[in-house]
């Protein structure tokens, strides 16, 4: 299993369109892609779970991945997540 924490810093939090791009880059994967924080976890194909969690600007969340092609989803997520300023 790999796992990353990571800190939202786009003023936005994670909205419509960046939720989008996650799920798009999460979707081609077999393995199982989360984002957890301290109150909920959501499956990171779901477009409705990412937007269910509300992250906003200084919210805390854990990339959490699981299977077969993990060290190649998890560059690739955490990789996105940074490049496009989502979190750090």
């Known amino acids: 299993?790999?796992?990353k924490q990571f800190t939202v810093i786009d003023p936005l939090g994670?909205?419509?369109r960046p939720a989008s791009q996650l799920?798009?880059?999460a979707t081609p994967f077999a393995s199982s892609v989360e984002l957890?924080?301290?109150q909920r976890t959501a499956n990171l194909?779901?477009?409705l779970g990412v937007m269910g969690l509300a992250l906003k600007q200084g919210s805390i969340f854990t990339l959490n991945i699981e299977g077969e092609d993990e060290e190649q989803?998890?560059?690739a997520l955490t990789k996105l997540i940074t490049e496009t300023g989502?979190?750090?």
Do not use: G, P, Y
């Open 86 to 88: 989502l979190a750090q």
């Open 1 to 3: 299993m790999k796992t």
């Open 23 to 25: 799920v798009a880059a």
């Open 36 to 38: 957890q924080t301290e």
């Open 73 to 75: 989803a998890f560059t």
């Open 45 to 47: 194909k779901s477009i």
């Open 14 to 16: 994670i909205h419509a």
